[in-house]
């Protein structure tokens, strides 16, 4: 008999390659194609949110599965609201220059730094939308169904909230930066009558 009839021949292999990296171009192009349209795409991804929590709430379930995807969606919000170059790291480092010696330039407040977030945007909502889904699918599996006596994960996941946002208010109030863009400035040419 020969060993080597269950194993998948070259050609089957390339094939089945071929085929992933054809539906990998294929998603890769999909999400180009949604990145300009924010709104929509938050509000896709609202809707899915929605439904998962009214499948937790109707069928009184899966209160784990919905406690992480708030740590998650929680952790993923603190990482875009917190600035790519930590400014509190930056002090302490121009500090530690300045023990050793004067450098250029000598005054911060003279250059511009613009706000990079740690987490961009797109990257957030693609986070966000698929870890819904992920949900949405484990809430499905009866297995993932773990008793927990709810109100007291709600009560954590409050507390945590409240704590880990006073902190991340409190360093942008010290560093003085706003993650948000809240929109140009527009200035016109006409003249008022």
């Known amino acids: 008999m020969n060993d080597f009839a269950n194993e998948p021949s070259e050609g089957a292999t390339s094939s089945l390659l071929a085929q992933k990296s054809q539906l990998e171009r294929r998603f890769q192009q999909i999400l180009d194609q949604v990145t300009p349209f924010t709104p929509y795409r938050w509000a896709g991804t609202s809707v899915l949110l929605v439904l998962f929590m009214f499948r937790v709430i109707y069928a009184e379930g899966w209160y784990i599965i919905a406690y992480a995807l708030g740590i998650y969606i929680l952790n993923l919000f603190l990482a875009f609201l917190t600035p790519k170059f930590d400014p509190s790291v930056e002090m302490d480092t121009q ?9 250029l330039p000598m005054k911060n407040d003279e250059e511009f730094k613009p706000f990079i977030r740690r987490l961009p945007e797109f990257k957030f909502w693609y986070s966000v939308t ?28 409050i507390i945590l909230f409240g704590l880990t946002m006073r902190r991340q208010i409190s360093h942008m109030i010290k560093y003085r930066y ?15 009558v």
Do not use: H, Q
């Open 178 to 192: 706003i993650p948000f863009d809240l929109g140009k400035k527009s200035y016109s040419n006409r003249r008022r």
């Open 130 to 157: 698929k870890a819904t889904v992920i949900s949405i699918v484990c809430s499905l599996i009866p297995f993932f169904d773990i008793p927990v006596y709810w109100p007291i994960l709600l009560m954590y996941f």
């Open 95 to 103: 500090a530690n220059e300045m023990e050793e010696g004067p450098s």
